[in-house]
């Protein structure tokens, strides 16, 4: 069953084009991963599936028309763009009663849970925290809700590598199971890739890529050869071509007779570089 | 509902600086003049024994008079914090990165945006309620003091100074919170300098060309003067006070352009809120 289906949709920002007739189909039960490089369109794409931006073409989210923002959307899906969002106008505890009695779908003993395994300064003003407390704030008010979709837009933007990580492990351990869905749109591919069931890679506005993260992983092979037969690469056309000490290396199609190469399983940023292209491409 | 109370805490608690800064103002006030009466006291320059008022119709027409007086300061002091509090009210979140965190609350567009209307002017009227009716207990009790009291005339003198203050803050305040619907910042001086703009334009346009076009200020300005205390003008003692009060209650409340106010109020609310509902959320 897909969560979230996009036919032809197309977003302009001016004359430029944001979002370039994309077609999506997000299952449910899936970690999925959308990868591009800044501005390729992440958080238009993830702006458009709540309405929130105007746009070409349909989207439709749990079965529902999104041209427009409809807010009894939010009652199945959470939304957390990034954790400076939050008002720092509240303190936490006005932040965590707010939300509660705005959702229905509050789980108050999943609240109490997270709240007392954490150290939040519940009477501190949320423009008082540390860039980490206000994760654990966004966590906590975005876990408790029984929402089937979790959408993160660069949740971690300016976090260091500690709450990085664990706010991916909050996230996989405390709200993820085989019916809902997480999207999760990132530029820094290595930090989400332990957890991805599926990836999207977007370019310029257009989907290059949705698959299966082991599937993909299948296709795809890193072979390593000595410099001095680098033309055995350059033979199959590869996208780009790594030098380290002596040898050169390049992902190819798996099942490639090269002779003398070396043959390694490609990690996602590999997968990435080789689709999307590097920064000075 | 429960909805609409978690908005107007939040809006609470967002706006409560702002909200009870007029509190501050007045108690400062009363500390300058508590001070001012003490030190005048000490020294003997306040002829406390001249402040008989003589006269039976000149008594109740200056108790009415001083009551409706007791909002001058507050009533303009609030009028700013109205202008202060709806001209950020729908960009506010905007600028402070936080519009995604609550667009993103399953809510109607439409309770928030009340919320805030409700917070932005209720909120205010509230303030000089309060206010008000420590104003009115502390110099009726001095009034009462000298041996001057009329309950008829001092509420009446109230409640038309109150209401004055509040429909005059409903449009200034609606005007004001549609101006923040359109504008990033500082909304209600841009509102005010487009106004400007277009009524000087008409302006030279109708003399250079000698055409009648409208001009909007005039509108607004006669929209907004719904009264003066202009029959108030002479001897306190040739005064019928129970006709003048009824007749300011006539001006005030009862006639037809009170509800072209209301609705004009109405408009406003409801337009900004189209608006700030259309906006795109980047």
């Known amino acids: 069953m897909s969560l979230i289906t996009t036919e032809n949709l197309t977003k302009y ?177 290595e930090e989400v890739a332990h957890i991805l069931q599926d990836i999207i890679f977007i370019d310029e506005g257009k989907i290059i890529l949705q698959e299966d993260v082991e599937e993909l992983k299948s296709r795809y092979s890193i072979y390593t050869v000595k410099s001095d037969k680098e033309e055995l690469l350059e033979a199959h056309n590869p996208r780009l071509i790594t030098k380290t000490l002596g040898h050169v290396s390049a992902i190819l199609k798996s099942g490639l007779a090269i002779e003398g190469a070396e043959i390694n399983t490609p990690s996602l940023s590999d997968l990435f570089l080789e689709k999307v292209g590097g920064s000075n491409e | 509902m429960n909805k609409f109370k978690t908005l107007l805490i939040k809006d609470w608690h967002i706006s409560k600086k702002s909200l009870l800064m007029p509190f501050w103002i007045t108690a400062a006030f009363y500390l300058l003049i508590v001070l001012s009466v003490a030190v005048g006291y000490f020294r003997g320059d306040i002829p406390f024994n001249e402040f008989k008022m003589e006269g039976e119709m000149a008594v109740p027409a200056i108790i009415y008079a001083i009551n409706i007086g007791l909002f001058s300061l507050p009533g303009f002091i609030i009028l700013i914090f109205t202008i202060t509090l709806t001209q950020s009210a729908l960009n506010e979140d905007v600028r402070k990165n936080c519009e995604l965190f609550h667009r993103s609350q399953p809510v109607s567009v439409w309770w928030r945006s009340l919320s805030k209307y409700t917070i932005g002017i209720g909120g205010n009227w509230a303030v000089l309620l309060i206010i008000a009716i420590f104003n009115f207990i ?77 001009l909007p200020l005039k509108y607004i300005i006669d929209l907004f003067s719904f009264t003066s205390f202009s029959n108030f003008d002479g001897d306190p003692t040739m005064i019928n006070l129970p006709e003048l009060i009824n007749g300011m209650w006539n001006k005030l409340i009862f006639n037809w352009k009170t509800l072209l106010q209301i609705g004009v109020s109405g408009a406003l609310f409801a337009a900004a809120t189209l608006i700030y509902d259309h906006k795109e959320v980047k």
């Open chain 1, 13 to 189: 920002y001016g004359k430029l084009k944001a979002l370039d007739n994309v077609n999506l189909s997000i299952p449910e039960g899936r970690i999925i991963g959308l990868l591009g490089k800044n501005g390729a369109g992440k958080s238009t794409l993830m702006r458009c599936f709540l309405g929130f931006l105007k746009y070409e073409g349909n989207i439709s989210l749990l079965g529902n028309s999104m041209k427009h923002h409809r807010e009894d959307i939010h009652n199945h899906v959470a939304f957390i763009p990034d954790v400076s969002s939050l008002d720092d106008r509240l303190t936490v505890k006005q932040t965590i009663d707010y939300v509660s009695n705005m959702n229905d779908s509050w789980n108050a003993e999943k609240a109490n849970d997270l709240l007392s395994k954490s150290d939040l300064p519940i009477n501190k003003k949320v423009s008082g925290l540390s860039k980490g407390m206000k994760t654990k704030l966004y966590l906590l008010i975005t876990l408790s809700l029984d929402v089937k979709i979790l959408l993160l837009d660069e949740p971690t933007l300016g976090l260091d590598i500690v709450f990085r990580k664990e706010f991916f492990n909050t996230i996989l351990g405390e709200f993820y199971n085989e019916e809902r869905t997480i999207i999760i749109s990132t530029h820094q591919v």
């Open chain 2, 138 to 214: 502390v110099i009726n009790t001095i009034l009462a003091f000298f041996g001057q009291t009329d309950f008829y005339a001092s509420l009446s003198g109230f409640a038309q100074g109150f209401l004055s203050f509040a429909k005059i803050g409903l449009l200034l305040g609606s005007l004001t919170y549609f101006c923040s619907a359109v504008f990033k910042d500082k909304a209600f001086f841009q509102g005010v300098a487009i106004l400007l703009g277009i009524n000087f334009l008409f302006l030279i346009v109708n003399v250079l060309l000698g055409w009648k076009l409208p």
